[in-house]
T-cell receptor
Framework: GAVVSQHPSRVICKSGTSVKIECRSL??????MFWYRQFPKQSLMLMAT?????????EQGVEKDKFLINHASLTLSTLTVTSAHPEDSSFYIC??????????????FGPGTRLTVT | AQSVAQPEDQVNVAEGNPLTVKCTYS??????LFWYVQYPNRGLQFLLK??????LVKGSYGFEAEFNKSQTSFHLKKPSALVSDSALYFC???????????FGKGTMLLVSP
Protein backbone atom coordinates (compact mmCIF):
# COMPACT_ATOMS: atom_id res chain seq x y z
CA GLY A 1 0.00 0.00 0.00
CA ALA A 2 0.92 3.66 -0.16
CA VAL A 3 3.41 4.85 2.43
CA VAL A 4 3.72 8.27 4.00
CA SER A 5 6.76 9.13 6.08
CA GLN A 6 7.43 11.94 8.51
CA HIS A 7 10.75 13.26 9.69
CA PRO A 8 11.72 13.63 12.41
CA SER A 9 9.66 11.26 14.50
CA ARG A 10 10.57 13.17 17.64
CA VAL A 11 12.06 16.59 18.17
CA ILE A 12 12.85 18.64 21.23
CA CYS A 13 13.56 22.31 20.77
CA LYS A 14 13.99 25.37 22.91
CA SER A 15 11.40 28.05 23.20
CA GLY A 16 11.82 30.70 20.52
CA THR A 17 13.42 28.47 17.92
CA SER A 18 11.84 27.13 14.73
CA VAL A 19 11.30 23.51 13.83
CA LYS A 20 10.65 21.96 10.43
CA ILE A 21 8.71 18.74 10.00
CA GLU A 22 8.75 16.91 6.67
CA CYS A 23 5.98 14.78 5.21
CA ARG A 24 6.75 12.61 2.21
CA SER A 25 4.68 10.29 0.09
CA LEU A 26 7.20 7.56 -0.69
CA UNK A 27 5.65 5.64 -3.54
CA UNK A 28 3.01 7.92 -4.98
CA UNK A 29 2.41 11.51 -5.95
CA UNK A 30 0.00 13.15 -3.57
CA UNK A 31 -2.76 15.35 -4.85
CA UNK A 32 -3.17 17.03 -1.52
CA MET A 33 -1.53 16.83 1.87
CA PHE A 34 -3.17 17.59 5.19
CA TRP A 35 -1.61 18.57 8.49
CA TYR A 36 -3.23 17.60 11.78
CA ARG A 37 -2.44 18.31 15.38
CA GLN A 38 -3.29 15.98 18.21
CA PHE A 39 -3.26 16.84 21.90
CA PRO A 40 -2.87 14.07 24.48
CA LYS A 41 -5.88 11.79 24.61
CA GLN A 42 -7.72 13.94 22.11
CA SER A 43 -8.78 13.72 18.53
CA LEU A 44 -7.00 14.97 15.45
CA MET A 45 -7.53 18.63 14.66
CA LEU A 46 -7.10 19.61 11.04
CA MET A 47 -4.69 22.51 10.78
CA ALA A 48 -4.35 23.06 7.07
CA THR A 49 -4.78 21.65 3.61
CA UNK A 50 -1.84 21.84 1.28
CA UNK A 51 -1.76 21.54 -2.51
CA UNK A 52 1.45 21.39 -4.49
CA UNK A 53 2.54 24.75 -5.81
CA UNK A 54 -0.14 26.77 -4.08
CA UNK A 55 -0.67 28.38 -0.72
CA UNK A 56 -2.02 26.23 2.06
CA UNK A 57 -5.57 26.67 3.26
CA UNK A 58 -5.63 27.05 7.02
CA GLU A 59 -8.48 26.11 9.31
CA GLN A 60 -10.07 28.77 11.43
CA GLY A 61 -8.01 29.58 14.49
CA VAL A 62 -4.72 28.28 13.09
CA GLU A 63 -2.06 30.97 12.80
CA LYS A 64 -0.60 30.78 9.33
CA ASP A 65 2.39 32.92 10.26
CA LYS A 66 3.25 30.54 13.04
CA PHE A 67 2.66 27.30 11.22
CA LEU A 68 4.28 27.74 7.83
CA ILE A 69 3.41 25.11 5.28
CA ASN A 70 5.35 24.62 2.07
CA HIS A 71 4.31 22.09 -0.54
CA ALA A 72 7.18 22.20 -2.99
CA SER A 73 6.52 18.99 -4.85
CA LEU A 74 3.93 16.26 -5.25
CA THR A 75 5.79 14.11 -2.75
CA LEU A 76 6.89 16.59 -0.09
CA SER A 77 5.17 19.00 2.25
CA THR A 78 6.82 20.71 5.19
CA LEU A 79 5.40 22.26 8.32
CA THR A 80 7.57 24.80 10.09
CA VAL A 81 6.64 25.82 13.60
CA THR A 82 8.14 29.27 13.99
CA SER A 83 9.16 30.80 17.29
CA ALA A 84 7.97 27.73 19.09
CA HIS A 85 6.52 27.94 22.58
CA PRO A 86 5.74 25.19 25.08
CA GLU A 87 2.05 25.34 24.14
CA ASP A 88 3.04 24.24 20.63
CA SER A 89 4.17 20.92 22.07
CA SER A 90 1.97 18.32 20.45
CA PHE A 91 1.80 15.35 18.11
CA TYR A 92 1.70 16.46 14.48
CA ILE A 93 0.37 14.07 11.85
CA CYS A 94 0.33 14.55 8.12
CA UNK A 95 -1.64 12.72 5.49
CA UNK A 96 -1.33 12.50 1.74
CA UNK A 97 -4.07 11.85 -0.74
CA UNK A 98 -4.15 10.28 -4.14
CA UNK A 99 -6.95 10.67 -6.61
CA UNK A 100 -8.91 7.61 -7.57
CA UNK A 101 -11.09 6.94 -10.55
CA UNK A 102 -14.52 8.40 -10.17
CA UNK A 103 -13.36 11.68 -8.72
CA UNK A 104 -12.74 10.51 -5.19
CA UNK A 105 -9.48 10.06 -3.25
CA UNK A 106 -7.66 7.80 -0.83
CA UNK A 107 -5.94 9.27 2.21
CA UNK A 108 -2.84 7.83 3.84
CA PHE A 109 -1.44 8.95 7.18
CA GLY A 110 2.11 9.45 8.31
CA PRO A 111 3.43 8.05 11.60
CA GLY A 112 3.42 11.41 13.32
CA THR A 113 6.02 13.73 14.84
CA ARG A 114 6.20 14.38 18.57
CA LEU A 115 7.27 17.98 19.17
CA THR A 116 8.34 19.04 22.64
CA VAL A 117 9.21 22.67 23.26
CA THR A 118 11.18 23.34 26.43
CA ALA B 1 -21.24 20.70 8.47
CA GLN B 2 -20.28 17.15 9.23
CA SER B 3 -19.65 15.66 12.64
CA VAL B 4 -18.86 12.39 14.36
CA ALA B 5 -19.79 11.33 17.86
CA GLN B 6 -18.04 8.59 19.78
CA PRO B 7 -20.02 8.52 23.01
CA GLU B 8 -17.60 6.39 25.00
CA ASP B 9 -14.23 7.67 26.12
CA GLN B 10 -13.20 4.14 27.05
CA VAL B 11 -14.44 0.63 26.46
CA ASN B 12 -13.27 -2.23 28.64
CA VAL B 13 -13.62 -5.82 27.55
CA ALA B 14 -12.11 -9.13 28.57
CA GLU B 15 -9.98 -11.04 26.09
CA GLY B 16 -12.07 -13.45 24.06
CA ASN B 17 -15.27 -11.48 24.50
CA PRO B 18 -16.94 -9.56 21.69
CA LEU B 19 -16.32 -5.84 21.52
CA THR B 20 -18.26 -2.88 20.16
CA VAL B 21 -17.04 0.68 19.78
CA LYS B 22 -19.83 3.08 18.97
CA CYS B 23 -19.94 5.82 16.36
CA THR B 24 -22.71 8.03 15.06
CA TYR B 25 -22.36 10.66 12.39
CA SER B 26 -24.01 13.65 10.81
CA UNK B 27 -23.34 14.68 7.24
CA UNK B 28 -25.07 16.31 4.31
CA UNK B 29 -25.14 13.82 1.51
CA UNK B 30 -23.99 10.24 1.31
CA UNK B 31 -21.40 9.47 3.97
CA UNK B 32 -18.06 7.83 3.52
CA LEU B 33 -17.23 6.31 6.90
CA PHE B 34 -13.89 5.15 8.23
CA TRP B 35 -12.36 3.51 11.27
CA TYR B 36 -8.74 4.04 12.23
CA VAL B 37 -6.65 2.69 15.08
CA GLN B 38 -3.80 4.49 16.80
CA TYR B 39 -1.19 2.94 19.04
CA PRO B 40 0.79 5.16 21.47
CA ASN B 41 2.99 7.70 19.70
CA ARG B 42 2.08 6.30 16.32
CA GLY B 43 0.11 7.55 13.36
CA LEU B 44 -3.26 6.29 12.28
CA GLN B 45 -3.70 2.86 10.80
CA PHE B 46 -6.63 2.28 8.51
CA LEU B 47 -9.02 -0.48 9.60
CA LEU B 48 -11.98 -0.31 7.27
CA LYS B 49 -14.30 1.95 5.37
CA UNK B 50 -17.85 2.13 4.07
CA UNK B 51 -18.43 3.82 0.76
CA UNK B 52 -21.42 2.07 -0.72
CA UNK B 53 -22.86 -1.39 -1.07
CA UNK B 54 -23.11 -4.01 1.66
CA UNK B 55 -23.85 -2.44 5.03
CA LEU B 56 -21.50 -4.87 6.80
CA VAL B 57 -17.91 -4.01 6.11
CA LYS B 58 -15.05 -6.30 7.00
CA GLY B 59 -11.63 -4.88 7.65
CA SER B 60 -8.19 -5.59 9.02
CA TYR B 61 -7.37 -7.72 12.08
CA GLY B 62 -10.83 -9.29 12.23
CA PHE B 63 -12.69 -6.02 12.73
CA GLU B 64 -15.97 -5.25 11.05
CA ALA B 65 -18.47 -2.41 11.12
CA GLU B 66 -22.11 -2.07 10.21
CA PHE B 67 -23.48 0.95 8.45
CA ASN B 68 -26.98 1.81 9.65
CA LYS B 69 -28.45 4.68 7.68
CA SER B 70 -31.63 5.07 9.74
CA GLN B 71 -29.66 5.32 12.97
CA THR B 72 -26.76 7.19 11.33
CA SER B 73 -24.38 4.80 13.02
CA PHE B 74 -21.24 2.94 12.07
CA HIS B 75 -20.28 0.83 15.10
CA LEU B 76 -17.02 -1.08 15.09
CA LYS B 77 -17.17 -4.71 16.18
CA LYS B 78 -15.00 -7.75 16.68
CA PRO B 79 -16.27 -11.18 17.72
CA SER B 80 -13.35 -12.02 20.00
CA ALA B 81 -11.10 -9.34 21.47
CA LEU B 82 -7.34 -9.68 21.85
CA VAL B 83 -5.14 -7.91 24.37
CA SER B 84 -3.21 -6.52 21.41
CA ASP B 85 -6.38 -4.75 20.24
CA SER B 86 -5.93 -2.30 23.12
CA ALA B 87 -5.50 1.08 21.44
CA LEU B 88 -7.24 4.33 20.57
CA TYR B 89 -9.93 4.03 17.89
CA PHE B 90 -11.18 6.85 15.72
CA CYS B 91 -14.30 7.00 13.59
CA UNK B 92 -14.28 9.51 10.75
CA UNK B 93 -16.65 10.76 8.06
CA UNK B 94 -16.54 12.70 4.85
CA UNK B 95 -18.55 12.91 1.65
CA UNK B 96 -17.46 12.01 -1.85
CA UNK B 97 -14.96 14.14 -3.66
CA UNK B 98 -12.29 16.33 -2.15
CA UNK B 99 -13.82 16.94 1.25
CA UNK B 100 -11.86 16.69 4.44
CA UNK B 101 -12.21 13.96 7.01
CA UNK B 102 -13.91 14.81 10.28
CA PHE B 103 -12.82 12.67 13.21
CA GLY B 104 -14.60 11.66 16.36
CA LYS B 105 -12.83 12.29 19.65
CA GLY B 106 -11.65 8.72 19.88
CA THR B 107 -12.43 5.76 22.11
CA MET B 108 -9.77 3.99 24.13
CA LEU B 109 -10.25 0.25 23.99
CA LEU B 110 -8.73 -1.72 26.85
CA VAL B 111 -8.74 -5.49 26.57
CA SER B 112 -7.84 -7.28 29.78
CA PRO B 113 -6.21 -10.73 29.82
Amino acid sequence: GAVVSQHPSRVICKSGTSVKIECRSLDFQATTMFWYRQFPKQSLMLMATSNEGSKATYEQGVEKDKFLINHASLTLSTLTVTSAHPEDSSFYICSATIATSGGDYEQYFGPGTRLTVT
Amino acid sequence: AQSVAQPEDQVNVAEGNPLTVKCTYSVSGNPYLFWYVQYPNRGLQFLLKYITGDNLVKGSYGFEAEFNKSQTSFHLKKPSALVSDSALYFCAVRVAGYSTLTFGKGTMLLVSP
